[in-house]
């Protein structure tokens, strides 16, 4: 057999173990140990599978051992850029963000504690001091007994309670810099943040049965588009929401745990996969939604069937607002409006939160609201509740 046949062979075999570390990288994350073993499998692999290519076209072995250190040194560079606050080109921008989301981000906290689990909740954030990062921020985390980030004596009779999710819950932020915490000071009511990331309205209400509202005179509620699928689950059960076990969530914890750190060649792994991915996409017939974003009837309707839930607990003023990721367009605010002019809920009132934020608003890679963002929503929203006294 030649030797070009040979090398070629090689490269096969090489990249089939790379092929299977990125499909099954669910086995690799039982231990510390056995998370070094898939990256250490990741870096053999990718360099065995150039090495044996350079090999059969009969190159320099150091040059594609030194492109592939030029372009993960690209990434790396392009990456701290951006974190610094500089902007790149937008087409570039948004393959960074798609190795961010796939391979990068950070959703548990620095000390590696999970979401603590709960059978009706599904999890909520662990009780305690906690440091929380991603390439754009280092927040700190006070979390209360009842696993919201806020401290105890929000738990005692507050005047205004806050639901929502990462946005509200304040991703990226400080506590005092999140739009709940500046509506507090602005309006000096005693407010409550209930919002954990990715809960749907349906957690969201089910969040009630455990607050002290004795004293609440109005509740806050950001909605997002990724909100629909809970809803429907819960609407369609008979508002009740189905949990996955402990394991599920702790499977989640540990695949996260894999990937939140850096090693040697995660962005060229990651680049490589996600170019064939976006490449199979352009090729497909499946293509994306359209924008603006836009909900079907049904999913409106499960989001108000919720509300008249809530409207259950508290007869109080409730306000809603939508908030997407990025800014992205939307015509969730008409489609509530137009919902609720065919069938009024009393004391539910509306604010069109996007129409005042812009790209500056959001980080550049991450998809949540920055510190800007916050005080121009708590501006919005502040204003909103005074002129229309929603928690007098």
């Not at 961010?100 to 999890?123: G, I």
């Not at 000071?185 to 309205?201: D, F, P, R, V």
Request: charged share 20%.
């Amino acid at each position: 057999m030649p030797e070009t046949v040979k090398h070629l062979l090689k490269a096969l075999v090489s990249f089939f173990l790379l092929l299977f570390a990125h499909k099954g990288g669910y086995y690799f994350y039982g231990s510390a140990f056995a998370i070094f073993l898939f990256q250490l499998w990741i870096v053999a692999s990718l360099l065995a599978t150039v090495v044996f290519i350079g090999k059969a076209v009969k190159i320099n072995l150091l040059f594609p051992i030194a492109l592939v250190a030029l372009i993960e040194l690209f990434f790396i560079l392009s990456f701290h850029i951006v974190s610094s606050g500089t902007r790149l080109t937008e087409p570039f921008i948004v393959f960074l963000k798609q190795l961010y989301f796939e391979r990068c981000r950070n959703v548990c906290f620095d000390d590696e504690l999970s979401f603590r689990y709960d059978s009706t909740l599904f999890y909520t954030l662990p009780p305690g001091h906690h440091r929380f990062s991603n390439l754009e921020f280092k927040t700190n985390y006070e979390v209360n007994n009842l696993g919201f980030r806020d401290d105890e004596a929000a738990l005692a009779r507050p005047e205004i309670v806050f639901l929502g999710d990462s946005h509200t819950m304040g991703w990226g932020v400080e506590k005092e810099e999140t739009f709940e915490a500046l509506i507090e000071n602005e309006l000096h009511k005693k407010c409550l943040n209930t919002g954990i990331a990715s809960y749907g309205t349906a957690r969201e209400f089910l969040t009630l049965d455990r607050l002290d509202l004795t004293g609440c005179k109005l509740l806050v509620l950001q909605f997002c588009k990724n909100d629909t699928t809970e809803n429907r689950s819960f609407v369609a059960h008979g508002n009740f929401l189905p949990i996955s076990d402990k394991k599920k969530l702790e499977s989640s914890g540990k695949w996260n745990q894999l990937w939140k750190s850096y090693f040697p060649l995660k962005y060229c792994y990651a680049a490589f996969f996600q170019l064939c991915n976006n490449a199979i996409s352009a090729c497909s017939a499946k293509k994306p939604p359209p924008l603006p974003y836009k909900m079907n009837d049904e999913e409106v309707a499960d989001f108000f069937k919720i509300i008249l839930q809530i409207k259950g607990k508290f007869d109080g003023n409730i306000l809603v607002f939508n908030l997407n990721e990025q800014n992205e367009p939307s015509t969730i605010y008409d489609q509530f409006q137009q919902y609720l002019r065919t069938n009024p809920i009393d004391k539910v009132h509306l604010v069109d939160a996007d129409a005042g934020l812009t790209a500056d608003d959001y980080f550049i890679i991450d998809d949540h609201l920055n510190a800007k963002g916050h005080r121009k929503l708590a501006s919005q929203l502040g204003a909103y509740i005074l002129e229309n006294r929603l928690a007098d």
